[in-house]
């Protein structure tokens, strides 16, 4: 699994790509650049890990149950390996998840799963409903990784106990899916901020105006 890693110190963050994206995607389109600062000041350590969204949830050569298997697998290896590296690493309890668009699906999906490795979530533009990409298929490893679908029976204190950013704009693509997670978090209890921009769309103009906004509340 390739990772590209900024800073020496500082609280960690993971980064989750976009669809089917790379470890490098957010140096490539400049988003980490707009976070410069907190790197250089030791505020934050960033962790840009790669997906396997390829052969998993956009992995259409493979059956609907592989591809739910491999991001069991995936979420087995954030969990049991990545995580609690990084934390013995920078010495902390809990880190950051944070992920634009498809990456904002595994940042959700990730902290809700495992609430007590988790202090700040940052999801920028996400989507959260997994069952369109399986063609009708439905198990119970959908189930647990699909937050719209597990999350209203979820309890777990730690969920109260994060730092929750949905970030969306006006004109954006998943603003509905926002606003429904947002409104399911409500009904649950769990406080969270929903950023709702006045412009732009899906794009990386707009995350690359909330990302520091959103690191300077960590």
């Not at 609280?11 to 790509?17: A, I, K, L, Q, S």
């Not at 000041?41 to 962790?47: E, S």
């Not at 990084?86 to 990730?110: D, P, T, W």
């Amino acid at each position: 699994m390739d990772m590209l890693v900024y800073g020496n110190w500082g609280y960690p963050v993971v980064m989750f790509p976009t669809s089917m994206g790379h470890y490098h995607e957010y140096k490539d389109f400049g988003l980490t650049e707009t976070v410069r600062w907190f790197v250089e000041t030791g505020r934050i350590k960033l962790y840009c890990v790669s997906s396997i969204d390829l052969d998993s949830w956009y992995g259409k050569h493979l059956h609907p149950g592989t591809r739910v298997w491999n991001h069991v697998l995936y979420d087995r290896f954030l969990h049991e390996e990545l995580v609690p590296g990084i934390q013995r690493e920078c010495n902390v309890q809990k880190i950051g998840m944070c992920g634009v668009s498809f990456g904002g699906y595994h940042a959700l999906n990730f902290s809700f799963r495992h609430p007590e490795q988790v202090g700040h979530l940052m999801v920028l533009s996400g989507a959260f409903d997994i069952k369109p990409f399986l063609n009708g298929y439905y198990d119970e490893n959908v189930y647990y990784n699909n937050p719209p679908d597990y999350l209203p029976n979820a309890q777990n204190d730690e969920f109260h106990r994060m730092n929750i950013m949905l970030g969306t704009t006006e004109y954006d693509i998943c603003k509905d899916a926002n606003y429904q997670m947002s409104g399911l978090l409500n009904s649950k209890g769990i406080r969270h901020q929903l950023d709702v921009s006045p412009w732009g769309v899906h794009d990386w103009p707009v995350w690359k105006e909330q990302l520091p906004r959103y690191f300077s509340r960590i």
